[in-house]
């Protein structure tokens, strides 16, 4: 069992940043694959145990993940944030999901964090 708690959702001006937290507990071990979703849209992902990070195409460049391996989190700093952006926002986990786009790979999921980008 892996139990995930999102946090750092809130508003933010378009143009602004924010970074969002995963908290990852329970049978954590490595080829752990955690995601980020926004909605059921993939946007990023790590593995544990490894340094490989993976991205959706048109996240690349503006949304950056990382994992705390001492707390147990997984980040989401998310840049240059515009309108589109405003949604609910998963964290997602999977034993060997290998950095899957596909949720359906996930069977652990985050109640979710809501995001909103104002003009």
């Known amino acids: 069992q892996v139990q995930l708690v999102e946090s750092g959702g809130g508003v933010v001006q378009t143009g602004g940043s924010l970074i969002l937290s995963c908290g990852v507990s329970g049978h954590t071990f490595d080829g752990l694959g955690v995601a980020w979703f926004r909605e059921r849209e993939f946007l990023a992902a790590v593995i544990w145990g490894r340094e490989t990070t993976y991205y959706s195409g048109p996240v690349k460049g503006r949304f950056f993940i990382s994992k705390d391996n001492n707390k147990n989190t997984v980040s989401l700093q998310m840049n240059s944030l515009k309108s589109e952006d405003t949604a609910t926002y998963y964290c997602?986990?999977?034993?060997?999901?290998?950095?899957?786009?596909?949720?359906?790979?996930?069977?652990?999921w985050g109640q979710g964090t809501r995001v909103t980008v104002s003009s």
């Open positions: 997602a986990a999977n034993p060997f999901s290998g950095g899957s786009p596909h949720p359906n790979d996930y069977h652990y």
